[in-house]
């Protein structure tokens, strides 16, 4: 059974980076894509990027390409997101979700969400 | 970036009844080398991440009661419930998945009338 564990909720200051993990288990992690998404509250689904666990390649949305990075650690099947420069724009639910297979980015397992909050 | 429209934005139907969400993208996801529509279903509810309900346009993923289907080809997509129960209160998205960025429509809020 595919299970995705994200880490804890943050609070952060404007201008701030922020790390958020995700842990994967019940399949062979580097047997498929994983991508980042984000939903500031109320509204809808933001796609950030996707990495390839088996070789860390990474590809990121135009709008976040200055500012995000992904990689994975194949040791504890986990990947990494880090947001840097954050602003308020950026208080969003984070979600870890894995693709369906190659080919096919769809989500059919998603982790429980990170809520990132950013106050000054 | 291919774009994803919804409508309604929101839909009141009564138990038992049916009901009707639309999906328009502004290119074709039809990908003629294997004639597969890349359009996806989820269904969200509050403080849940996403739940997928449908792939490839019409394929129901495991567990989905079967009152949920998908149909469309090309740029035009329904979801349909054929029957409304309580809890399927939430929110509905599509997402395109031919091209990167995957895209997602704004959400259509079905509630109970």
């Known amino acids: 059974q595919v299970h995705l564990v994200q880490s804890g909720a943050e609070v952060k200051k404007p201008g701030a980076s922020v790390k958020v993990s995700c842990q994967a288990s019940g399949y062979t992690f580097t047997d498929y894509y994983m991508h980042w998404l984000r939903q500031v509250p109320g509204q809808g689904l933001e796609w950030l990027g996707i990495i390839n666990p088996s070789g860390g390649v990474t590809t990121y949305a135009q709008s976040f390409q200055a500012r995000l990075t992904m990689t994975r650690d194949t040791s504890t099947s986990t990947v990494y997101m880090v947001l840097n420069s954050l602003g308020f724009e950026d208080t969003a639910v984070y979600y870890c979700a894995r693709a369906a297979g190659l080919g096919a980015n769809i989500f059919p397992n998603w982790g429980q969400g990170t809520l990132v909050s950013v106050s000054s | 970036d291919i774009v994803m429209t919804q409508s309604p934005d929101s839909l009141a139907v009564s138990l038992g009844e049916r009901a009707t969400i639309t999906c328009k993208s502004n290119?074709?996801?039809?990908?003629?080398?294997?004639?597969?529509?890349?359009l996806g279903w989820y269904q969200q509810k509050p403080g849940q991440p996403p739940k997928l309900l449908i792939s490839?346009?019409?394929s129901r993923e495991s567990g989905v009661p079967a009152r949920f289907s998908g149909s469309g080809s090309g740029t035009d997509f329904i979801l349909t419930i054929s029957s409304l129960q309580a809890e399927d209160v939430a929110v509905y998205y599509c997402?395109?998945?031919?091209?990167?960025?995957?895209?997602f429509g704004q959400g259509t809020k079905l509630e109970i009338k």
């Open positions: 290119q074709s996801l039809l990908y003629s080398a294997n004639n597969k529509n890349y």
């Open positions: 490839w346009a019409s």
């Open positions: 997402q395109q998945y031919l091209n990167t960025p995957c895209t």
